[in-house]
C-alpha cells in the first residue's frame, strides 16, 4: 500500500484502509456474492462509479481484494474477489451487523447464512452468495 499510515496503532492503520464510508460496503457485498462491477453498483447504497472505483483500487492495492482478469475474448471485464486478508474481515463484519440490529430501530434481519459463515467457509464458496 503507498499511502502511509497515521500512526502505528493497529486500530488508526486498520481504518486507513477500510474507516472510509464505502470501503466496508464494498467487502460485504463481496462477501454477498457479488463479483461484478455492475452487481456492486447494483447495491442498495448506490455508490457513485467514481467512489465504487477507487475503492476497488484501493482494496485491491491493500490486499484485501483480487481483480481477476478476463479471458482475452471472452467479453467479460472480469470480476473481484476477497483474499485470505479480505474473508479476515468477515467478523468484524458480522459484529457490526448484530450490533445495528440490537441498537438501530428498523433494520431488516440479517441473513442467517452471512452471520453461520467464516472467512474459510466464505474462500471456500466464493462462487456462492450468502445472502
Not at 499511502?3 to 474507516?19: H, K, N
Not at 456474492?33 to 467514481?50: C, K, L, W
Not at 474477489?81 to 468477515?90: E, I, M, R
Not at 459484529?95 to 447464512?113: M, Y
Request: glycine share 6%.
Amino acid at each position: 500500500m503507498d499511502r502511509p499510515f497515521r500512526s502505528d496503532c493497529p486500530i488508526a492503520s486498520a481504518l486507513d484502509i477500510v474507516g472510509d464510508r464505502w470501503s466496508l460496503l464494498v467487502i460485504r457485498n463481496l462477501m454477498l456474492g457479488a463479483r461484478s462491477f455492475r452487481q456492486m453498483q447494483a447495491a442498495p447504497e448506490r455508490i457513485a462509479t467514481n467512489i465504487l472505483s477507487d475503492r476497488l483500487k484501493r482494496l485491491v492495492e491493500a490486499g484485501l481484494a483480487v481483480e481477476q482478469r478476463a479471458i482475452a475474448g471472452s467479453g467479460s471485464r472480469g470480476g473481484y474477489v476477497l483474499t485470505p486478508a479480505g474473508a479476515d474481515l468477515l467478523p468484524v463484519l458480522q459484529e457490526i451487523a448484530k450490533w445495528g440490529v440490537a441498537h438501530l430501530t428498523d433494520r431488516r434481519p440479517i441473513p442467517e447464512a452471512f452471520l453461520a459463515t467464516t472467512p474459510a467457509l466464505l474462500l471456500n464458496s466464493a462462487d456462492k452468495p450468502l445472502s
